[in-house]
């Protein structure tokens, strides 16, 4: 089967960089996606790596190692309204959606 | 105008009764989904549907029932709710079976007291 680890908890301060990790065991998959969820609220696409390397999308970015079975999300210049959880998810060939535990973010002033 | 909406937003009921969930997207997608998020934010796929058609079902007790009408509508009935059926139920829909963006609907919290 596919699985996908993300550390449960993150905690950064206003301004930081912080990046979560998405870590898989799945193979043949069309590439890794980032969700942004707020308590409460539905889950947001984020961003999406087909390829290998980094993609970066205003303050976001996000990277995708296929040989790693590694990718990450990179938040910069963190806000309050970051703190939200975060959700990496992997499309196998054939099947669907797979997501990952999700990471809670939590930004302090 | 919302892209995939769903309906009710909460619904309380009680064990052993039947309820339906509807689901609406307004984007042309032709793939929808029914995900279940327990009360640990796990998010897992229960359905999904291209154009109409069934493509997989997860391991999901026969309870769940879902219906597509048509493209833009995928419903879910659930008969003989149980207490452990309690989670939010998200709708989503994607444009294909190998897109990778989905979008949510808001999300209907279920309650079974």
């Known amino acids: 089967g596919q699985s996908l680890e993300q550390p449960s908890e993150v905690t950064a301060v206003e301004g930081a960089i912080v990046q979560i990790n998405c870590t898989y065991q799945?193979?043949?998959?069309?590439?890794l996606s980032w969700y942004q969820q707020h308590d409460g609220g539905a889950p947001t696409f984020l961003s999406y790596?087909?390829?290998?390397g980094l993609e970066e999308t205003g303050r976001f970015s996000s990277f995708l190692s296929r040989s790693d079975s590694y990718g990450y999300l990179l938040l910069q210049e963190l806000q309050m309204k970051d703190s939200a959880s975060y959700f990496c998810?992997?499309?196998?060939?054939?099947?669907?959606?797979?997501f990952g535990p999700g990471t809670r973010l939590s930004v302090l002033p | 105008d919302t892209a995939v909406s769903q309906t009710p937003k909460y619904l309380v009921t009680q064990m052993g009764n039947d309820k339906s969930i509807k689901c609406e997207q307004n984007?042309?997608?032709?793939?929808m989904y029914w995900y279940k998020q327990d009360s640990k934010k796990f998010l897992k796929i229960m359905f999904s549907?291209?154009?109409?058609?069934?493509?997989i079902n997860e391991t999901v007790p026969n309870r769940f029932s879902p219906k597509s009408p048509d493209k833009a509508h995928l419903n879910l009935h659930i008969n003989s709710l149980e207490l452990g059926d309690s989670a939010v139920y998200f709708c989503?829909?994607?444009?294909?079976?190998?897109?990778?963006?989905?979008?949510f609907g808001q999300g209907t919290r279920l309650t079974v007291v």
């Open positions: 984007l042309g997608h032709d793939t």
């Open positions: 998810a992997v499309r196998p060939r054939g099947q669907n959606f797979v």
């Open positions: 549907y291209n154009n109409k058609e069934l493509i």
């Open positions: 799945t193979s043949g998959f069309y590439g």
């Open positions: 790596n087909a390829l290998d």
């Open positions: 989503a829909s994607s444009q294909g079976l190998r897109n990778t963006e989905a979008f």
